[in-house]
């Protein structure tokens, strides 16, 4: 064996132990991390929208029904100086038109997120914050997210609002959705 | 948590209607999106093999020129520029700050080209790294830079390295990412304001061989490290060398050395001279290096979000992270006992990082005022050769005899 491949030796030991105990250290956390919103802290200061690496942000508004009122006057659904109660652009807070609204029975109305249609800019979540019952929140896709470790919007967000939740562990909610048998 | 009173009391406003025949919908969040990475690992080293063959098995550059041009495809297109020397030693790095930022299939597609320079040199650079594949093949006619520039030049990559690390792992963030020239081309998104870097890079890459590669890439640091040790080193020729230079003026990457000769007694006296100088100058380089990272350090943890926000909070601007920052229940004494902590860290870090880039300058120096082993024949460099082939293709040597081959 020459002085060269002592070296060598030496190196590819150099490189292979700290691996092998990162690996360790990193099977010792379970099964990773995923990026989060936590709706409590979030302020919809709509970075999420425009931060995201992907072409169209992996955070999307997430409708959680249980705590919806069903209103006829959505707050999220209609802007705060709308003309008209119609489904005329001027009158929508949603810039991309990805709320469709159903009618279940008088005088309750079903919201539903178009996932295909909306950006994450959280308009919506504001508005139903600000007069209805909050239950519209961004969240992070888990099918859509690419879970950089150096998440910009996380980097972005001036509310520390992105949190990495054990991959295991379900999605944060804003507040625990009601069971209703 | 002052905003839960305010939902509560809203929650009382719309109470959830009673419906006679309709039942709540499902939410919509689905599970995790299946990780790829393992797979693209098998890929890197079924091309990492494949280069290694064509390189030194074959010695063909038309070979590697197809090893480039299926490394830009596959990992500069198909996998968006997946093993990407500039995020993988940040995302490692972060790792080893916090275990919980451990990406396995990062850590072995960082693993795996190093461990590889040990054996075949910088193959990865050769046509798997898709910034190498790119600038290898974007390159139209050799433009040399003089020798004192190349040096001083070939010195911005440990710093890169360095700082980017301490960035890494004290969270400041990957801001090298963003000005990674070569991304917006592998994402065809030219919207960005960083595109005009990758125009310049393309456009100087075109002259300067590689200007990436040898100029900014930080990874590149590591793989020269490595492969100053590789077992296997290319080799211009199989045949006697005739010293004709054309392998020298081949080889845009300045990894062809010429002949060295022994040199008359007052040349080598001189030269040991200047030797023994720089070695007595190592002890004041690595003090100059750990005070340059001393005063680095504030500029550095100035870009922290935690010690922005502190600062923003003590000089009184309204910003919006101020706002969130007083809607949260974190008091501004936590807050400033993260911060003191952080810049400690950070002090310390960027010190040892200092005193490190003052070794690797003296190494530098060293290395350039060292004799070289003697040698008859030129030779390679296994540290700077990106193994384009380009030297086989240049030596006629080598040509005569692929002819007689056939």
């Known amino acids: ?181 | 948590m002052t905003q839960l009173p305010v939902l509560l009391a809203a929650q009382a406003r719309f109470p959830a209607p009673e419906f006679e025949s309709y039942s709540l919908p499902q939410m919509s969040l689905e599970e995790l999106a299946a990780d790829s990475v393992l797979w693209r690992v098998l890929v890197l080293c079924i091309f990492l093999a494949a280069g290694s063959v064509s390189f030194y098995k074959w010695r063909s550059r038309k070979a590697m020129l197809a090893y480039s041009l299926a490394g830009l495809a596959v990992f500069g297109f198909l996998f968006a520029s997946c093993p990407c020397p500039v995020g993988m030693f940040q995302n490692v790095a972060q790792g080893i700050a916090d275990g919980s930022y451990i990406q396995p299939g990062v850590l072995l597609l960082f693993a795996i080209p190093l461990a590889a320079s040990l054996f075949v040199g910088r193959i990865f650079c050769g046509g798997a790294c898709p910034l190498g594949a790119i600038q290898e093949l974007l390159h139209w006619k050799s433009v040399f830079v003089p020798r004192p520039l190349d040096r001083i030049l070939r010195m911005v990559p440990v710093l890169l390295l360095l700082i980017f690390t301490v960035c890494a792992m004290y969270g400041i963030g990957f801001p090298l990412c963003y000005l990674e020239p070569y991304l917006p081309v592998f994402l065809l998104d030219f919207a960005t304001p960083f595109a005009i870097l990758s125009a310049v890079f393309l456009i100087v890459g075109l002259f300067i061989s590689r200007p990436f590669c040898r100029y900014v890439c930080p990874y590149g640091v590591l793989l020269r490290f490595f492969s100053l040790f590789s077992m296997l080193k290319p080799r211009i020729t199989a045949a006697e060398c005739v010293n004709c230079r054309l392998c020298e003026q081949g080889c845009p990457n300045g990894a062809v050395l010429p002949p060295e000769n022994a040199g008359n007694a007052v040349q080598r006296r001189t030269g040991s001279r200047r030797l023994s100088m720089l070695v007595a100058c190592i002890p004041f380089a690595l003090f100059a290096g750990g005070l340059f990272g001393y005063f680095c350090a504030p500029v550095l943890s100035s870009f922290h979000r935690d010690v922005r926000l502190l600062h923003e909070l003590d000089a009184g601007i309204r910003s919006e992270a101020v706002e969130a920052f007083e809607s949260t229940e974190t008091t501004e004494s936590e807050l400033r006992a993260r911060v003191v902590k952080l810049e400690n860290g950070i002090l310390l870090a960027s010190t040892a990082a200092g005193v490190l880039f003052g070794a690797a300058v003296m190494a530098e120096l060293i290395a350039e005022a060292r004799r070289r082993k003697e040698e008859e024949i030129y030779t390679i460099d296994p540290s700077l050769c990106f193994c384009c082939g380009r030297c086989y293709a240049a030596c006629p040597l080598e040509r005569k005899e692929k002819h007689h081959e056939k």
Request: hydrophobic share 30%; proline share 6%.
């Open chain 1, 1 to 181: 064996m020459t002085r060269r491949d002592l070296i060598r030796t030496g190196l590819l030991a150099v490189i292979l132990a700290p691996f092998a105990a990162l690996f360790r250290k990193r099977a010792e956390t379970g099964t990773g991390y995923f990026w989060q919103i936590d709706p409590d802290k979030c302020v919809q200061c709509g970075k999420c929208e425009t931060e995201c690496i992907l072409p169209q942000s992996a955070v999307k508004c997430v409708h959680q029904y249980a705590s919806c009122g069903y209103c006829l006057f959505c707050s999220g659904y209609y802007q705060d100086k709308r003309i008209e109660f119609n489904t005329a652009g001027e009158n929508m807070r949603c810039p991309t038109d990805a709320i469709i609204r159903t009618y279940v029975e008088d005088p309750y109305f079903e919201y539903k997120i178009d996932e295909e249609k909306c950006i994450g800019c959280g308009k919506c979540v504001k508005g139903c914050l600000s007069f209805g019952n909050g239950s519209l929140f961004l969240q992070v896709r888990r099918d859509l997210c690419r879970n950089c470790n150096e998440c910009r919007i996380a980097k972005a967000c001036p509310a520390d609002a992105f949190v990495r939740v054990p991959a295991d562990k379900p999605y944060i909610y804003r507040k625990p959705p009601e069971v209703k048998s």
